[in-house]
């Protein structure tokens, strides 16, 4: 059970809704399919998101890595020598997507292979997630009445509000306003994607205080150390890294050096193997997870509900899991729905990543 070749194929899906936040927007699901096939003819796929504001990737520079850098040192290796693909991939560094995309199909073909879910491998705690519907820049009106049609359509109550924006009281406002039309019950935090300084950040949460917001994220550049340590130190409510903590080295040093006291774990960029083990870590250092969005597609969705839902220490807070809908199209074969406000674990043997071939073909750019 060899892996035998992998595939890195662009495609393109028009959104629908363009998400706009602090540290840029997308307009399309400009990703890259990875596939991986084994010499007995199991083929595996992930999804793999281009975040260059993020990450640095691009389209083009997934595709490269990927088929000319990653592929030629795979190939010939086991799909069961887990450890050795991850050494291989280590040895490249960066690359977060690449890296999690390569991981997750082979998860996949692990999981066909032995005719198991791989949910069920990686853990089996529960059947479905709650979802979080992620909120991107508008005015404040809009912003509302997005978040009551998705609560009457989708049964979501949870909403992260995407900000970072000056003045801040686009954004005090903005939480107001979601507070305000959607009552106490409704789960907000926000996520800033360093688009404030420490104090500007400080100065929102103290404007904030009575609106019972859960948590903030990523508010402002976490290398500025001193002025993040002096936010999570004095913040009434805890301060979550994303992009901070895009691995397992940086989520170590973020909640050490008191960087943060909250962890965004997200399948795309940390694969299943090594968001399991930030998911192990946070939980023995007693740190909250929730599972992030890195608008994701559904075949990247479905993947984040896999593996979200094979943990305790992931289930149980809302999971990001609902962006797709802002898309006119996906690849997934068997779509995702949202019911009473969650997703459930696909059912079958492998990760549920499978794509229609048609819309494959209809969308790749190669
Ligand atoms: C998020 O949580 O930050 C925006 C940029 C990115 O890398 O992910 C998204 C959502
Ligand atoms: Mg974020």
């Known amino acids: 059970m060899k892996i035998a070749a992998i595939e890195a194929i662009p495609y393109s899906i028009p959104y629908r809704h363009p998400l706009h936040f602090a540290s840029g927007s997308v307009h399309e699901a400009d990703h890259v399919l990875v596939r991986v096939h084994t010499d007995d003819g199991?083929?595996?796929?992930?999804?793999?998101?281009?975040?260059?504001?993020?990450?640095?990737?691009?389209?083009?520079?997934?595709?490269?890595?990927?088929?000319?850098?990653?592929?030629?040192?795979l190939v010939g290796i086991d799909v069961f020598d887990r450890e050795k693909i991850q050494a291989v991939l280590a040895r490249t560094i960066h690359n977060q997507t690449a890296k999690g995309a390569v991981d997750i199909?082979?998860?996949?073909?692990?999981?066909?292979?032995?005719?198991?879910?791989?949910?069920?491998?990686?853990?089996?705690?529960?059947?479905?997630?709650?979802?979080?519907?992620?909120?991107?820049?508008?005015?404040?009106?809009?912003?509302?009445a997005l978040a009551l049609e998705f609560r009457e359509t989708y049964g979501i109550n949870t909403f992260k509000l995407k900000?970072?924006?000056?003045?801040?009281?686009?954004?005090?406002e903005a939480a107001r306003v979601l507070r305000d039309g959607l009552g106490e019950d409704a789960e907000l935090y926000m996520d800033a994607n360093r688009g404030w300084t420490a104090n500007e950040a400080a100065e929102v949460l103290r404007r904030t205080a009575d609106l019972g917001l859960q948590f903030l994220e990523e508010p402002d550049d976490a290398r500025e150390v001193l002025g993040r340590r002096r936010l999570v130190t004095n913040s009434p409510i805890p301060i979550a890294a994303?992009?901070?903590?895009?691995?397992?080295?940086?989520?170590?040093?973020?909640?050490?050096?008191?960087?943060?006291?909250?962890?965004?774990v997200k399948t795309a960029r940390s694969g299943f193997t090594e968001a399991?083990?930030?998911?192990?870590?946070?939980?023995?250092?007693?740190?909250?997870?929730?599972?992030?969005?890195?608008?994701?597609?559904?075949?990247?969705?479905?993947?984040?509900?896999?593996?979200?839902?094979?943990?305790?220490?992931?289930?149980?807070?809302?999971?990001?899991?609902?962006?797709?809908?802002?898309?006119?199209?996906?690849?997934?074969?068997?779509?995702?729905?949202?019911?009473g406000g969650r997703i459930r674990v696909p059912e079958g043997a492998g990760a549920g990543t499978d794509v229609d071939d048609d819309k494959l073909a209809h969308y790749r750019t190669d």
Do not use: C
């Open 163 to 172: 900000t970072g924006r000056r003045p801040l009281n686009l954004d005090i």
């Open 105 to 144: 199909a082979v998860w996949d073909v692990i999981g066909k292979t032995l005719g198991q879910p791989v949910t069920k491998l990686l853990g089996g705690y529960t059947d479905s997630l709650r979802v979080s519907h992620m909120l991107g820049f508008k005015p404040a009106q809009e912003l509302l």
């Open 42 to 73: 199991v083929v595996g796929t992930a999804d793999t998101p281009p975040r260059p504001y993020t990450y640095g990737e691009t389209q083009k520079s997934i595709v490269a890595v990927v088929q000319d850098v990653f592929a030629p040192q």
């Open 276 to 339: 399991a083990k930030i998911v192990g870590m946070a939980e023995g250092m007693g740190i909250d997870v929730y599972i992030g969005n890195q608008i994701d597609t559904q075949v990247g969705t479905v993947a984040s509900v896999v593996f979200g839902a094979a943990f305790a220490h992931t289930a149980k807070r809302a999971a990001e899991l609902s962006n797709y809908l802002d898309m006119t199209d996906d690849l997934l074969a068997r779509p995702l729905a949202i019911t």
């Open 242 to 264: 994303d992009e901070s903590a895009a691995n397992l080295g940086e989520a170590a040093r973020e909640i050490l050096t008191g960087g943060a006291n909250l962890l965004s």
